[in-house]
């Protein structure tokens, strides 16, 4: 309709109407093109406000994996140093619990970053939705400070102490702690899988094997050297699961912010 009337103007030589007509066509496509784009808009705020909740629930998982982390590390650097302790005491003293102690001081969690939600972020090149620097800026802090975290736990658990003791402690007493006070599993409400290590142990094991052990363990220096070298870096690594929980409470303060 608007071409016949443009064309029928032209013929007529009806410039003003013409240039109505024109204007009209302008017009129109300008608030077509502003439409457009204003859905658009609503639609990556939309999906940018989505993610935004993903990230939340996310971090919120990661804070609760690094808290029960932190509290299995706690409980293995507890039997650690009383395996340190009882090496400064007189061997005749200890009794099974000397054992316990030390193989328990080598276990470990392998723990690993969920990264999902901001991985795809990136390879998507949805970042650009979050239009928020400051939000942006946290969240890039928060995920790469997490593979960092990942990578100091790793260096950590994985110390030469484990191979030593497991090495040289009879493999007669490590089935038998394996067995009373190995790893117990939990499932949270997330689906997410959690170890806890049990704080007291007690193993059945003849007097006989038992301290021939302790006077073999106790009296080797590398099993303590190793053990000396484990705890300070398990130090290390709760002091980076709590800088850990720190930044997550951190980035959901400034998630949970009114965009700007």
């Known amino acids: 309709m608007l071409l016949r009337s443009i064309t029928k103007h032209i013929k007529q030589q009806n410039w003003f109407a013409v240039f109505v007509d024109f204007l009209i066509v302008v017009v129109g496509v300008f608030i077509g093109i502003q439409v457009a784009n204003w859905n658009e808009s609503r639609e990556n705020e939309r999906i940018a406000e989505e993610y935004i909740e993903r990230l939340q629930a996310e971090v919120r998982i990661e804070n609760q994996t690094h808290q029960h982390v932190f509290d299995y590390l706690r409980t293995v650097r507890t039997y650690g140093f009383a395996a340190l302790a009882a090496f400064k005491q007189p061997v005749e003293t200890l009794d099974s619990a000397f054992l316990i102690n030390l193989y ?40 790469l400070g997490r593979a960092g975290s990942a990578n100091t736990i790793e260096k950590s658990s994985y110390t030469p102490y484990r191979t030593t003791i497991r090495s040289y402690m009879d493999s007669d007493i490590q089935m038998q702690v394996r067995n009373a006070c190995g790893d117990n599993y939990t499932f949270s ?17 003849s007097d006989g094997l038992a301290s021939t052990e ?46 700007r």
């Open 104 to 143: 328990q001081a080598s276990q470990t969690w392998n723990y690993q970053p969920s990264l999902s939600t901001y991985n795809e972020l990136l390879a998507t090149g949805r970042i650009s939705l979050i239009t928020d620097l400051n939000k942006r800026k946290a969240l890039s802090g928060y995920f």
């Open 189 to 205: 409400e997330s689906n997410m899988t959690y170890l806890n290590l049990p704080k007291r142990c007690e193993i059945k094991v």
């Open 214 to 259: 302790i006077q073999r363990l106790h009296a080797n220096e590398r099993v303590r050297q190793d053990l000396r070298f484990h705890l300070g870096e398990i130090d290390v690594a709760l002091a980076s699961l709590k800088n850990g929980i720190n930044a997550g409470n951190a980035t959901l303060a400034i998630l949970a912010e009114p965009t």
